[in-house]
């Protein structure tokens, strides 16, 4: 392969993309648009999606009003998808969230949440997809920073993405034998609504001296499901401004590293 810009574009291939809404999800259909991708967008807010179908004409776009922990909705959702283009090229597991809450204090019923939500919905979904999906396909499951360090707070929501992480690894192996490629994107903290935006968060702190984007995600995304990838699987794109590789160092206002 000769690699020229063209190796990015995504003509002619159908992407689904879970948490398609706002955020993350938005900028990821977005960019899979812009790159000619025809999509199947799922969310349980109906709003955001009517009105990111409408952005993104004249791409081809089926949405679904549903919750993620439901696998008969996303069942239904993934049939329509298939029915309507005839396969599925690309899934993108984005929706997921978590609350800060110390371990102790969090009950079984918001502990059963949080799995549903991080970890069995993205089994479920990937597992309704792989049937319409073939050689060159690809699979991003969006984890997040804290699937490789400490999460205090946040302690089944992390347990949960590095779950995430670990099946990723297996998945690229179980399914490379049919062409289908399984890779994650860890993001660091991103403003995006379901943190409150830019108030939500506190002063920036990475070793590239800026927040991370929406965009920067789907960024990576759109070569994760691109030919350009082509020979890139079991593995994750770290897309936190360096804070994975830094530790505990935190820049000083001189431009000086402290721990």
Known sequence: ??????????????????????????????????????????D???????????????????????????????????????????????????????????????SPRAQDALIAENFTAVADLTRQCLPWMGDGASIVNVTSIEAHRAGPGYSVYSAMKAAVASLTKTLALELGGRGIRVNCIAPDVIPTPGVGGEEGLGPVRTPLDRRGRPEDVAAAA??????????????????????????????????????
């Open 1 to 42: 392969m000769t690699l020229g810009p063209e190796e990015f574009l995504l003509g002619g291939r159908v992407a689904v993309v879970s948490g398609a809404a706002a955020g993350i999800g938005r900028a990821v259909a977005q960019a899979f648009a812009r790159f000619g991708a025809d999509l199947g967008l799922c």
């Open 44 to 106: 349980r807010d109906g709003e955001g999606l009517s009105s990111l179908a409408k952005e993104l004409a004249p791409a081809q776009v089926v949405t679904s009003v549903l919750d993620v922990r439901r696998r008969e909705e996303t069942g239904a959702f993934v049939e329509e998808v298939a029915r309507r283009f005839g396969r599925i090229d690309v899934l993108v597991n984005n929706a997921g969230g978590g609350f800060a809450s110390p371990f102790e204090r969090l």
């Open 222 to 259: 759109v070569y994760l499901a691109s030919p350009a990838a082509g020979f890139v699987t079991g593995t994750t794109i770290h897309v936190d401004g360096g804070n994975l590789a830094a530790g505990g160092w935190r820049r000083r206002a001189d431009g000086s590293f402290s721990t």
